[in-house]
């Protein structure tokens, strides 16, 4: 039903023409279900956009054929996409909140595709609209219909991304990235709910994803992209088993999984031996009882209620759960952005919390608990280089000036494996890896003997995350410091994490070595997260690597 030939794509820039697609090739049979997976950069939602023909200014398809069911697509005029588009084939793009207007309720949002495809009348338009609202499994269609995409977890605003995409049932329907960012059991309920309304409709699917594991459970076949090229073609469970290409064998490499360490993660050349670190007995912090309370509509809401718990020096601690669990919150108590209402933070002998948080900021305390934030380029000010980065908690709380000043940013650098010369770069101009390392820099800059990391790896590809993984292991052995590692990737967690903590609902409900827990889960939650996590199937090369 789709057919793409020897497709390139280039964008125009002030430098001259940047090629971003090369001689891009693969056919789509009715009801498959195909993943184009490969790294940030490697041309996979360009090839998407290119199909839609929905590039940015400055994109344009050089050379290639794009034939969808006897049409060309490449040449077709701008009102035959128009309804090839929504019609025929749709798109669920990757951020959810950002393809909904946020200031239209999402059912009159389910209602303009419909309209615009003839799909509905004015009489019928709610109806249908409150249909597709249910088709997705969201309760109380009626009453959603009316709210606002800020009203709604990042789950249910990809059910609403996904109700539109599928409202006027089309044939083909191209998932990009569509569950970055989303906790691993709303990803499972977004993936199976995606499988099973385009099977039960007969539909057509492309996922784009970096996820591996995620492309392995849900897709026939598989499509590796590499610089703009397709380096590998196959069914999923051969490509896998039996990688070809290197870097096909990369990326199986990289992928965190049961069995390996984190030194695994990375190619065979890079794979030196891991320093020795072992925690100690001393404790350096203590919750006790820690408590967080917002006022409601309806009454106080409780985000965190009654935690408990202690974390040794040198230790690394895991804090997983799915998203409104209130181990984000939990943590930015922790690390003073945060007031509790009530309970202790107690650190090297001495409560945090009678300290409020705006007094925090500027005590000389702050440089021993620090943060590295989930999203390197949203915490980073873009007006700021990377020196600037790193200098500010230098100049600000350590009083750092001239020569001394810049020496500490070299060393810090170094340390993070960060090339001088970009040093020079603002956000914009440096890759996700490369922002991940400048936010580290920054957090350890003041020698902090308590590191909060809330999902630092969260949006990297698997090989930047293999290196910042590393990273993270060996800046713990190094200087000695302490984590607590937030995040809702289990397999990620089992390679940093000694302990792991698991919340519900704002409460702990189990802990434990990571290993046991993890493995042999008591807590029916707990067993249903990891029951939910994307698992790759083991390649041979894997095997090889784990003896």
């Not at 050349?269 to 670190?277: D, G, I, M, N």
């Not at 309806?298 to 759960?321: D, K, T, Y």
């Not at 750092?400 to 650098?413: P, S, T, V």
Request: proline content about 5%; charged content about 25%.
């Amino acid at each position: 039903m789709l057919s793409v030939r020897d497709l390139a794509v280039t964008f125009r820039t002030r430098r001259g023409d940047v090629p971003a697609v090369c001689g891009v090739g693969f056919d789509l049979a009715p009801g498959e279900t195909l993943g184009i997976v490969g790294e940030s950069g490697s041309g996979k939602s360009v090839t998407s956009y290119a199909l839609m023909r929905i590039l940015d200014a400055g994109g344009e398809i050089r050379s290639g054929a794009m034939t969808w069911n006897g049409t060309d697509l490449r040449n077709a005029r701008e009102a035959a996409m128009r309804k090839i588009r929504g019609g025929e084939i749709s798109m669920i793009f990757q951020n959810p909140r950002a393809a909904l207007n946020p200031i239209r309720k999402v059912g009159r949002q389910i209602e303009d595709v419909l309209r615009q495809h003839g799909r509905a009348t004015d009489r019928d338009a709610m109806g249908k609209a409150i249909a597709a609202l249910e088709a997705v499994r969201i309760r109380n269609g009626a009453e959603r219909y009316h709210a606002y995409p800020f009203e709604l977890s990042g789950g249910m605003c990809q059910r609403i991304v996904i109700a539109i995409a599928l409202a006027c049932e089309p044939k083909l329907v191209i998932a990009d990235e569509p569950t970055t960012g989303l906790d691993i059991t709303t990803q499972k309920a977004v993936m199976d709910l995606m499988r099973d309304l385009i099977r039960a409709r007969g539909m057509s699917s492309i996922v784009i994803t970096h996820d591996l594991g995620l492309a392995a459970e849900y897709c026939d076949r598989l499509c590796v992209m590499k610089d703009g090229e397709i380096v590998e073609t196959g069914p999923s469970a051969a490509l896998f088993a039996r990688p070809s290409h290197a870097y096909t064998r990369k990326l199986v490499d990289a992928t965190p999984r049961p069995g390996v360490g984190v030194r695994d993660l990375l190619p065979a050349e890079a794979r030196t031996p891991l320093p020795v670190h072992e925690p100690k007995a001393k404790k350096l912090l203590e919750v006790v009882d820690l408590v967080k309370t917002y006022a409601g509509k309806s009454g106080p809401v409780h985000a965190v209620e009654g935690v408990s718990f202690s974390i040794r020096e040198g230790e690394s601690v895991g804090l997983v759960g799915e998203s409104g669990c209130g181990k984000s919150t939990t943590s930015a108590m922790l690390v003073r952005l945060l007031d509790p209402t009530s309970g202790a933070i107690v650190f090297e002998n001495e409560d945090m919390a009678a300290i409020p948080a705006d007094r925090f900021a500027r005590d000389p305390r702050r440089g021993r608990i620090q943060m590295v934030f989930q999203d390197a380029t949203d915490s980073l000010n873009p007006r700021h280089t990377a020196a600037d980065a790193i200098a500010e908690p230098l100049r600000r709380i350590a009083g750092l000036r001239g020569k001394a000043l810049d020496a500490r940013i070299d060393e810090l650098a170094d340390l993070t494996g960060l090339p001088g010369h970009l040093l020079r770069r603002f956000p914009h101009q440096l890759s996700g890896g490369q922002k991940a390392r400048v936010g580290i820099a920054r957090a350890i800059a003041l020698e902090p003997r308590f590191l909060v990391l809330d999902e630092p790896t969260a949006a990297l590809d698997v090989s930047i995350q293999a290196t910042v993984l590393n990273l993270l292991a060996d800046l713990r052995a190094r200087l000695g410091m302490t984590y607590l590692f937030v995040s809702h990737d289990l397999a990620v967690v089992r390679l940093l994490c000694d302990r792991v903590i698991v919340m519900q609902s704002g409460r702990i409900v189990e802990e434990g070595a990571a290993d046991a827990v993890l493995e042999a889960p008591t807590h029916p939650y707990t067993r249903a997260l990891v029951e939910a996590a994307p698992k790759p199937p083991r390649s041979e090369v894997v095997l090889r690597a784990v003896g």
